[in-house]
């Protein structure tokens, strides 16, 4: 049971989530996934196998040995993809990469060309998996279930790695920032966890965003226009001009690394009414509340100098989880480790957004993040290199033999 099969298989599953749903999970295809995969768990020989109303699994793999003091450690990716694109008839195909452009589709001349995304020339001679350009191929996070399932698969067939017990789970609405909303941590039962969820080879994370999102909506006036002088306000106006006060460079296309920056994702309005609706993003908690006073300051001053019938609500939404991982060093350690034993250059760097694993980490599981392999998330240029499957996989057995062996020598 190779993860690649696995992953072609759980791609023909409609997961997309949805973020104007109330339900949990948002979406009949991630339950409907889910189901499958408790079958699967339950061929391959786990144990205490779960799947709530909820649509959230869990599983074990027993200890194979009577050591003591061996902790209880978990893997969690997530069952949706996202809702930016269709997640609904994925046509993938496995191309021997050998440079330059590879068509997607030749119909609509979709291209993925290196010339946009030069980091394809790191996966030449290698195979890479890709879809046909009107979908989203589903690597995050269908590619960290398979990476999973196929190391429990091996353990349980294998046998020849010691460890103690193994917990999985694979949650609902990561997405749309919901994943960790009903997780049972007491239920879990771990000292700790991995969410397999990175993307690129290597990659191992523990920092993440301060998030928050922002709804900025603006009343206005309206008057006739040929007697508007002095009596209209144009909420669509005033709106333009709230976002002209945010700094500029401050944005995603302008910043990289640990850089923080407001995105609006949707406006809208008419000149009675506007909306803006932003996420804000920081690594660093002070800038990152120093984001959300300017926006409240922007309003402020709207209000007395325009007399703007202004209002902003910000909701916090997670926090950088690397104040609750960082103290407990050593699970950060084993993961390095476990990369360079199989051949892998651990990539340490922040996520520029979320996963599971932060909420995670403040519900009193530490959690850091580990490449799944995929590149391009979330839109129809993803694509997946098979070999980077396949070392997540092994990551993971590595992960679970040093931990015997660390824990089993005291």
């Known amino acids: 049971m190779n993860p690649t099969d696995l992953f072609l298989k759980y791609v023909t599953f409609d997961t997309q989530s949805d973020e104007s749903s109330s339900a949990m999970p948002s979406t009949e295809g991630q339950l409907i996934f889910a189901k499958e995969l408790v079958k699967q768990l339950q061929e391959i020989g786990m144990q205490e196998i779960s799947l709530d109303e909820n649509g959230y699994i869990m599983a074990t793999l027993p200890a194979n040995t009577e050591a003591a003091d061996i902790p ?16 609904c008839n994925v046509k993938p195909r496995v191309v021997n990469y050998q440079g330059g452009d590879i068509m997607l589709n030749e119909e609509q001349q979709i291209v993925l060309s290196p010339d946009v995304f030069p980091e394809m020339k790191d996966y030449i001679d ?12 589903g690597a995050d996070n269908k590619a960290g279930i398979a990476a999973i399932i196929s190391a429990m698969k091996h353990l349980i067939e294998q046998d020849e790695i010691k460890h103690g017990k193994i917990r999985i789970a694979f949650t609902p609405d990561e997405e749309i920032g919901r994943g960790a909303d009903k997780f049972d941590v007491e239920k879990f039962g771990c000292k700790w966890a991995y969410t397999i969820d990175g993307g690129a080879i290597g990659e191992l994370e523990y920092e993440n965003f301060n998030a928050a999102s922002a709804k900025i909506t ?21 709106a333009v001009y709230f976002h002209s006060q945010l700094p500029e460079n401050e944005c995603p296309e302008k910043t990289e690394k640990y850089e923080g920056f407001y995105h609006p994702i949707s406006f809208g309005g008419t000149v009675e009414e506007a909306t803006i609706f932003y996420i804000i ?34 909701k916090d939404q997670y926090y950088n989880m690397r104040e609750k ?13 476990a990369m360079v034993n199989c051949g892998v250059r651990p990539i340490v760097k922040p996520i520029r957004g979320g996963t599971d694993g932060a909420r995670l980490s403040f ?18 240029y993803e694509y997946l290199p098979v070999k980077s499957l396949e ?13 015997y062996s660390n824990y089993s020598n005291g």
């Open 72 to 87: 209880v450690i978990g893997f969690i990716a997530h069952l949706d993809t996202s809702p930016d694109m269709s997640g």
């Open 126 to 137: 290698q195979n890479l998996i890709v879809t046909d350009g009107t979908t989203l191929l």
């Open 218 to 238: 603006i009343k206005g006036r309206n008057i006739h226009p040929g007697y508007a002088k002095n009596k209209m306000q144009n909420a669509i106006q005033l």
């Open 281 to 314: 993003r920081d690594h660093d908690r002070q800038l990152f509340e120093d984001k959300k006073k300017r926006m409240v300051d922007i309003a402020q001053k709207m209000k007395e100098n325009m007399h703007a019938d202004i209002t902003v609500e910000i």
């Open 325 to 337: 991982v960082e103290p407990h060093r050593e699970i950060i350690d084993i993961a390095f480790e």
């Open 363 to 380: 519900m009193g599981l530490p959690c850091p993040n580990i490449f799944a392999g995929g590149i391009n998330f979330h839109g129809r």
């Open 391 to 403: 070392k997540s996989k092994e990551t993971i057995l590595n992960i679970i033999g040093l931990t």
